[in-house]
């Protein structure tokens, strides 16, 4: 039974996480209809910057953290302006924009191994106070709450921001209809350039969060998450925010506990992925999904 | 002298052009299934289904070889029947997902599994493939792509490709077709996977992995996918450069990883219709002028 | 009848399209479908080609009752449409594009092809001259080679008409064909039009050229809001004061 709540606490955590990283797909996914497979290379990107600006840099997390968030969301306007914007302009498909992702996706991670070599690295020692907590028989760190806490704030600011401010509720009728935005007078190129701001800042964000939580950082740790998220925004539903958060948990929760269950965690992700198979062939539009489904 | 020359130049480059060969077979595979519109990221997963498949027939069960390549194609097509039929229903970019999902399960499946060889791989596989038999297969293979291209199938494909709608009310059953295109598409893979299989004497599940797949992406969006020879010119460039590129000092690394994404941005931006759109002229169909 | 609205009814979350929408065609002949901007018409042939399904009602080609089929199998029946903000295949050249649309009427078999067999070729270029014809009625033949996306609009219109007809169709849904198309077109059209009804082929004709439909439909029905004001011949129609209060509320046209 402790066993139990511990799983459930881990699982909750790392699903928080998950559930940040595929806000960022989901969000461009809702506005857009374009699957960003660009989006984990600016995970591992806006880890690695932090990385470096706490060792390198000197400077203490607190300003490394909101830094590299802003880095990362920079990111993510050159991704747009360099691979789905001249696409826009030329009406070409949605499928060029995916392809187009994976390019700029390669081109970001060739950077990551560039500048920071292929090892597995670290957040320094002592970077942010670790504090740990035992209740009963159950172990909570106040990293991992921080991590929930922050995780949690960033989702909730944004729904504020998408129902409360101007913006927000411009980038909701880009989403709803394009052609009826512009018609409204709405600047849709700012709008989708807002969009990939957030959506890369919060993807960076998740992969800070993600290498102080494993204590691990390297140029491929975009790889195994692009699929969870993928699979996260399957299971909660296309282009909606509840749903990746919901979808991000109950999947930090699945992969706990088939590796309590099957005591490997090797065949963690295979479940995983079968399960978005699943998923896919039997209810395609996910727990919430809002997305048009079939063919138009 | 030309007979030594020849040898030499095999000797050398042997590997590289069965390599080559391999990569365009591959190359076309996910040309079929682009052909109607549909992208598929799996069929690097098939071949390795195909390949894992017919090593073990091969080497456990002592089947003959082309029966074991025939197994290793059929294998991954009835797989693919039985996620295309219900994926292909809906809309395009859920078989791309679905796809990448099972591809990684494959991978994983392979790296987990006994009788793959776990992580080593499979080893021991005998060798029994040439350069002939791979070349024969992608001649043989480029021929049927091409006519099946002008025949009813590759128009209702092409029909598909460019307005799905409107192939509907044209008569054309569009999930049949997209299935077959998929199917098609992995049965060729498997096929391939399989003939590799028998190269090395070893195959890895590393090789059949995401990076694999998307590497035939490219191969086809570089080399274009207008016409049947668009892939099989990707695929020649792009297995040669990192040769061409070793050559001039650029090492495998971080640098030619990074070439190869900015050469698909630059084809998927400013190329659409890929390289092979400077030899065929633009707006000829297949069977319109090799009909006859 | 040929084809028969029996209470056609359909909402898109909350708004009715159509509200029990019924009338009939008659075989061999052209019948106008018109009304203000909004009142159902394209959803009312997206309902006959099989892209929507009716809530409820049903639809019947001779006799049969097609409103739950697929696209494609009401299509083998012998429908064939134009849309209404057209699409074509625009990489490929107005020929091909006919070609494309012969789908369920020519050969193309994989294995003779394969095999180079003198079959094959007769058969190609037998659709080909086929294919040819069918630009020709449309008055497009010397723009066969053209790219789709080269066409002017008015062209574009022809090609879908053309490329429907490539069909050999029954059943003809024209969704606005002469929209934006001038005076010697439409007048072609008009012939093209006539001759097909001479021919067999049943027209449903959705346009806003009032003078084009009062002149070539022998019955017109008025949809307004989903609903049928009124179905009679062009006469009956034109003094019907619902249809004129239909017409005169809405102030642009």
């Known amino acids: 039974m402790p066993v139990l709540l511990q799983q459930l606490i881990n699982g909750f955590f790392i699903g928080s996480v998950y559930g940040l990283f595929a806000i960022g797909y989901t969000l461009v996914f809702g506005v857009l209809d374009i699957l960003n497979l660009a989006h984990a290379a600016i995970f591992t990107l806006g880890g690695l910057t932090a990385l470096w600006l706490t060792t390198a840099g000197g400077l203490s997390m607190w300003i490394a953290f909101p830094l590299a968030g802003l880095f990362s969301g920079t990111l993510g306007l050159v991704l747009d302006q360099a691979a789905f914007a001249p696409l826009r302009r030329r009406a070409a498909s949605n499928l060029s924009g995916l392809i187009s992702s994976i390019a700029m996706a390669i081109i970001f991670e060739?950077?990551?191994?560039?500048?920071?070599?292929?090892?597995?690295?670290?957040?320094?020692?002592?970077?942010?106070?670790?504090?740990?907590?035992?209740?009963?028989?159950?172990?909570?760190?106040?990293?991992?709450?921080?991590?929930?806490?922050?995780?949690?704030?960033?989702?909730?600011a944004l729904t504020v921001f998408l129902k409360r401010t101007r913006m927000g509720k411009a980038i909701r009728a880009v989403a709803e209809s394009e052609h009826t935005a512009r018609l409204l007078g709405i600047n849709v190129d700012g709008v989708i350039a807002v969009t990939f701001f957030i959506s890369s800042s919060l993807g960076g964000v998740a992969g800070i969060l993600y290498g102080l939580y494993f204590d691990a950082l390297a140029p491929d740790m975009g790889r195994s998450i692009e699929l969870k998220g993928l699979a996260v925004i399957i299971l909660g539903g296309m282009g909606s925010i509840p749903g990746a958060i919901l979808g991000g948990i109950a999947f930090g929760l699945s992969e706990v506990f088939t590796v309590a269950l099957t005591g490997t965690s090797n065949l963690r992700d295979a479940v995983a992925f079968t399960v978005l198979l699943a998923i896919l062939i039997l209810k395609p539009s996910g727990l919430l999904g809002r997305g048009r489904v079939r063919e138009a | 002298m030309t007979v030594e020359f020849l040898s030499q130049f095999l000797a050398v480059y042997g590997s590289l052009i069965n390599f080559i060969g391999v990569n365009a077979l591959l190359a076309l595979s996910l040309y079929v299934t682009l052909s109607a519109g549909q992208l598929s990221l799996g069929n690097a997963a098939f071949a390795g289904i195909g390949g894992y498949a017919s090593g073990i027939l091969t080497m456990h069960l002592n089947v003959p070889y082309p029966i074991s390549v025939l197994a290793g194609a059929f294998l991954p097509a009835v797989v693919a029947l039985l996620i295309g039929v219900p994926v292909l229903r809906i809309r395009?970019?859920?078989?791309?997902?679905?796809?990448?999902?099972?591809?990684?399960?494959?991978?994983?499946?392979?790296?987990?599994?006994?009788?793959?060889?776990?992580?080593?791989?499979?080893?021991?596989?005998?060798?029994?493939?040439?350069?002939?038999i791979i070349y024969g297969t992608l001649a043989a293979t480029t021929y049927f792509l091409k006519v099946l291209g002008g025949a009813r199938i590759g128009w209702s494909f092409a029909s598909i490709r460019e307005d799905e709608t409107a192939a509907k009310v044209m008569g054309i059953n569009t999930t049949y077709y997209k299935t077959m295109a998929f199917v098609l598409g992995a049965f060729i893979a498997g096929m391939t996977g399989a003939i590799y299989a028998h190269l090395n004497f070893i195959i890895t599940p590393g090789e059949f992995g995401f990076s694999a797949a998307v590497q035939l992406l490219i191969y086809n969006i570089v080399g274009g996918t207008r016409s049947v020879y668009g892939p099989v010119l990707g695929a020649f460039i792009l297995t040669a450069l990192p040769e061409v590129l070793r050559g001039a000092g650029v090492t495998a690394g971080p640098l030619r990883l990074g070439v190869n994404g900015v050469i698909l941005l630059l084809v998927i931006l400013y190329l659409p219709n890929g390289l092979s759109s400077f030899f065929g002229k633009k707006g000829k169909l297949h069977a319109q002028r090799d009909g006859e | 009848m040929f084809l028969e609205f029996e209470k056609i009814s359909r909402s898109f979350g909350g708004l009715n399209a159509l509200s029990e929408v019924s009338f009939g065609l008659e075989a061999g002949t052209i019948h106008g479908l018109i009304g203000p901007n909004g009142s159902g018409k394209t959803t009312l042939i997206n309902v006959v080609s099989g892209i929507t399904e009716p809530d409820s009602g049903r639809l019947l080609l001779a006799g049969r009752p097609?409103?739950?089929?697929?696209?494609?199998?009401?299509?083998?029946?012998?429908?064939?449409?134009?849309?209404?903000?057209?699409?074509?295949?625009?990489?490929?050249?107005?020929?091909?594009?006919?070609?494309?649309?012969?789908?369920?009427?020519?050969?193309?078999?994989?294995v003779p092809l394969l095999l180079r067999l003198p079959s094959a070729r007769r058969e190609e270029r037998q659709s080909r001259e086929e294919a040819m014809a069918c630009l020709a009625s449309a008055g497009i033949e010397n723009r066969a080679s053209a790219l789709a996306s080269s066409l002017s609009y008015g062209e574009r219109r022809r090609l879908e008409i053309a490329r429907a007809m490539?069909?050999?169709?029954?059943?003809?849904?024209?969704?606005?064909p002469i929209a934006g198309m001038h005076r010697r077109e439409i007048e072609e059209m008009e012939n093209l039009f006539r001759s097909l009804v001479e021919s067999g082929v049943t027209i449903l004709l959705i346009e806003h050229n009032m003078p084009f439909v009062m002149r070539l439909c022998s019955r017109i029905t008025v949809l307004h809001f989903g609903q049928t004001v009124t179905t009679g011949t062009p006469e009956e129609v034109a003094r019907h004061p619902e249809v004129i209060e239909a017409y005169l509320g809405v102030e642009d046209r």
Request: charged residues 15%; proline residues 3%; aromatic residues 8%.
């Open chain 1, 110 to 156: 060739s950077a990551a191994l560039g500048i920071f070599g292929a090892r597995t690295v670290r957040f320094p020692e002592g970077i942010i106070v670790n504090r740990v907590w035992r209740f009963e028989s159950v172990t909570v760190t106040s990293l991992q709450v921080g991590i929930v806490l922050s995780a949690l704030f960033l989702m909730l």
């Open chain 3, 166 to 176: 490539a069909l050999k169709p029954r059943l003809l849904l024209l969704d606005e």
């Open chain 3, 66 to 110: 097609i409103h739950r089929l697929p696209s494609y199998r009401i299509a083998a029946l012998g429908v064939a449409r134009t849309f209404q903000n057209i699409r074509l295949f625009s990489s490929m050249t107005c020929l091909e594009n006919v070609i494309a649309g012969q789908h369920l009427r020519a050969g193309r078999a994989l």
């Open chain 2, 92 to 132: 395009g970019v859920f078989l791309a997902m679905a796809t990448l999902a099972f591809g990684e399960v494959v991978r994983i499946a392979a790296v987990n599994l006994g009788i793959t060889g776990g992580a080593q791989g499979l080893v021991g596989i005998p060798n029994k493939t040439t350069t002939f």
